[in-house]
């Protein structure tokens, strides 16, 4: 605690205890998520890690798709794309 911190006191049975606003928003999230707090920056990298895959396979596709050109009319390929929007 830091001077200017605001306090609370929690009352638990026989037990009195003084803590911050944050400690206590801690020990809440810990209750609700089966006790283990973790280590939240560690799961934001292993998801960005994981959309950062995502994403390149996604590139990945985009590119190996390009390097395959449709042979089909552009007629085609409009009218397959626009045929499930109704405007064809």
Same mark, same amino acid.
């Given at each position: 605690?830091?001077?200017?911190?605001?306090?609370?006191?929690?009352?638990?049975?026989?037990?009195?205890?003084?803590?911050?606003?944050?400690?206590?928003?801690?020990?809440?999230?810990?209750?609700?998520?089966?006790?283990?707090?973790?280590?939240?920056?560690?799961?934001?990298?292993?998801?960005?890690?994981?959309?950062? #895959?995502?994403?390149?396979?996604?590139?990945?596709?985009?590119?190996?798709?390009?390097?395959?050109?449709?042979?089909?009319?552009?007629?085609?390929?409009?009218?397959? #794309?626009?045929?499930? #929007?109704?405007?064809?």
């Amino acid at each position: 605690m830091t001077p200017g911190d605001r306090i609370q006191f929690v009352v638990d049975r026989d037990d009195v205890r003084v803590v911050t606003g944050r400690a206590l928003t801690i020990e809440t999230w810990a209750n609700n998520h089966g006790r283990d707090a973790g280590d939240s920056s560690e799961d934001v990298r292993a998801a960005r890690t994981e959309d950062n #895959l995502t994403a390149d396979d996604k590139w990945a596709s985009i590119a190996e798709s390009e390097s395959e050109p449709d042979a089909r009319p552009d007629e085609e390929v409009e009218a397959e #794309l626009l045929a499930p #929007l109704g405007l064809k």
